[in-house]
């Protein structure tokens, strides 16, 4: 079997895409975003840490800063004050392969979380690993329980540290110890190209060598609505904020609920949210 990341290409191929996910673990669906939705993105981002500079350091210092190094600086809560982040999240082929993937196990699906990533020069290769360690003690499962997703705001090569996935490697338990690196491969893409994988798939940021290349990144991750969010989607994106929001966007977030799990008052959590 090929050991390149499977590619789809405009107009997508629903089953090529689905297919992809589910049995390789991993698809690059090229052009998922425009070159001025990436630019709009990492314009506001930009003009937002300049303006917030304590947000900056507060995520440097966060548990997901932390684990990333100074080499990587990192932005959480982007819904709410990154006026382009709604429809980033909202990308439509990205959340409806994600609505179908992850159908087997839930009828609802959650907004793991979005954050925006520069992975600078000297950032060094992580360990291969699995996002599905967030919930270590779920067992293994041929479906999967969440997809992560790393779309490229920037060209992603070689050399500034493409992401790296292992192909096939997924439905293992999320504590299993990761394959060789001879098996992994790098996710090169274009500014726009988003890459999708299983969160049960190995995976890892590459090194940037380059000297001046900063590899951006909007990531964010979709997952079955019964497991707890990475992100607190409803104290990010609190109900007076989510009224502003499209009532999908609502859900992902949190104002949503998968059987009993998630209610407010008993009732559905879209009550919260305040009416004009
Ligand atoms: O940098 C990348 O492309 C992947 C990042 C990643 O997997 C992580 O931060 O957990």
């Not at 998922?32 to 210092?61: M, R």
């Not at 932390?66 to 990154?82: C, K, P």
């Not at 497991?227 to 007076?240: A, H, K, Y």
């Not at 959590?269 to 305040?274: D, G, H, Q, V």
Request: aromatic share 8%.
């Amino acid at each position: 079997m090929s050991n390149t990341v499977p590619r789809v290409t405009r107009p997508y191929d629903q089953a090529e895409l689905d297919d992809a996910v589910r049995d390789r673990g991993a698809v690059i669906l090229a052009g998922a975003y425009t070159p001025d939705q990436c630019d709009t993105f990492l314009t506001e981002v930009e003009k937002y840490l300049a303006e917030n500079p304590q947000e900056a350091q507060y995520a440097a210092k966060s548990v997901l800063g932390g684990f990333q190094g100074d080499t990587t600086g990192t932005l959480h809560g982007l819904i709410g004050t990154i006026p382009s982040a709604p429809e980033m999240v909202m990308q439509r082929d990205i959340v409806d392969c994600a609505r179908r993937v992850l159908k087997p196990l839930s009828d609802n699906i959650l907004l793991t979380i979005a954050e925006y990533m520069a992975r600078k020069p000297g950032a060094f290769r992580q360990e291969l690993h699995l996002d599905t360690f967030s919930w270590y003690r779920v067992p293994p499962s041929e479906n999967p329980i969440a997809l992560t997703v790393m779309a490229a705001m920037s060209d992603f090569t070689v050399d500034n540290g493409a992401t790296w996935v292992v192909l096939d490697s997924h439905s293992g338990p999320a504590t299993a110890p990761p394959p060789d690196w001879s098996e992994a491969v790098q996710a090169e893409m274009k500014k726009g190209d988003a890459l999708l994988f299983r969160a049960d798939l190995f995976h890892a940021g590459g090194a940037n060598t380059t000297e001046d290349d900063v590899r951006q990144i909007f990531s964010m991750g979709f997952q079955v609505g019964w497991l707890r969010q990475v992100e607190n989607g409803t104290l990010s994106v609190p109900p007076e904020k989510a009224a502003e929001l499209d009532p999908e966007l609502q859900e992902l977030l949190g104002y949503s609920h998968e059987l009993v799990l998630g209610l407010y008052k008993g009732g559905h959590p879209r009550n919260a949210i305040p009416t004009a």
